[in-house]
């Protein structure tokens, strides 16, 4: 459903025409304006809203896409469950004073086949590509599209997905997009657990055992900051999620030449992912 483009009646608008996304961008940048474009798959939280704060602070114009994505998931992932909301997703991207919202469907973003010439680089390399090798091949196809689309001048993505942000950044430079990649710091909540859609999947019992990680995470990290070996505080960050209810963890790795320690792990059928610096905060 596509509203009728006329600003002065709403302060939001929405649109699932490409067309018209592009062309209310390229209206808004002939009026001299700058766009930041803010990439995500629904099921809108506090993290969601820190990303278009940041989006708003960058930029004059923020448009937000919401598509939950079919080719970063594998067949035997999440999504047809994945939490959807759209009208609660709304209302909350109209009160952060978001111009525009895309809503595309899977015909919009994927016309003549989901197959993509652009695939993910070396950054894509190890962590998550061990566990989910479709993800980042998915997330840049669906970017680019996505990029191609709205045509911003900045897009801003959560930290929480690190591996993503290095990876969605290296795809830019590699097709020499004229857009700035902006990280936006991890949103955690009163106990540290990094916000994500899939901390809904959680039963209270799940939640208590989730705030673990940060803890398991915080602790390596501050270990290695502090000069302890890497590999030893990694696999002593894994055995105390384990020890404190993580069904399995995928990896707690220290990458060096991204300064951070990186998490996965698992808590019944939900994947938390998480990181930290290993370099002092300013
Ligand atoms: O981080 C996400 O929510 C997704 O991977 C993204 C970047 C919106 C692509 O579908």
């Known amino acids: ?6 600003p002065s009646d709403i302060a939001m608008l929405r649109t699932d025409k490409r067309a018209s996304l592009t062309e209310t961008v390229q209206r808004w940048k002939s009026d001299g304006d700058s766009v ?3 990439p995500t798959m629904g099921a809108l939280h506090e993290g969601h809203l820190s990303l278009v704060r940041l989006a708003l602070k960058a930029a004059d114009r923020c448009v937000v896409s919401i598509f939950v994505n079919p080719t970063q998931f594998a067949p035997h992932e999440d999504f047809d469950s994945y939490p959807r909301d759209i009208s609660a997703d ?7 004073g978001v111009d525009l919202v895309y809503t595309p469907d899977e015909a919009d973003m994927y016309p003549s086949g989901k197959d993509s010439a652009i695939k993910a680089g ?5 962590l998550e590509t061990d ?35 290095m990876v969605i950044d290296e795809m830019v430079q590699a097709q020499s997009l004229p857009i700035e990649i902006t ?7 009163a106990h540290g657990l990094a916000l994500s859609s899939r901390n809904a999947y959680l039963s209270a019992e799940e939640l208590e055992i989730a705030r673990m990680l940060n803890q ?5 990290a501050q270990d290695i900051q502090g000069g302890a070996d890497a590999d030893a505080a990694c696999d002593e960050a894994s055995a105390l999620l384990l020890n404190c209810g993580f069904d399995k963890v995928d990896y707690v790795s220290y990458k060096p030449e991204w300064n951070r320690v ?13 990181n930290a610096p290993t370099t002092p905060s300013t």
């Open 1 to 6: 459903m596509s509203q009728t483009f006329n």
């Open 36 to 38: 930041a474009l803010v």
């Open 90 to 96: 709304l209302q909350l991207l109209q009160s952060a």
């Open 122 to 126: 070396a950054a894509a390399k190890g």
């Open 131 to 165: 566990f989910r090798p479709h993800f980042f091949d998915g997330v840049v196809n669906v970017v680019h599209r996505l990029f191609d689309h709205a045509q911003p001048d900045l897009a801003v993505f959560g930290e929480k997905d690190y591996q993503q942000l």
């Open 183 to 189: 990280g936006a710091p991890i949103a955690r909540d």
């Open 216 to 220: 398991a995470l915080y602790k390596a």
């Open 262 to 274: 990186l998490i996965a792990a698992h808590i019944g059928k939900t994947r938390l992912i998480d």
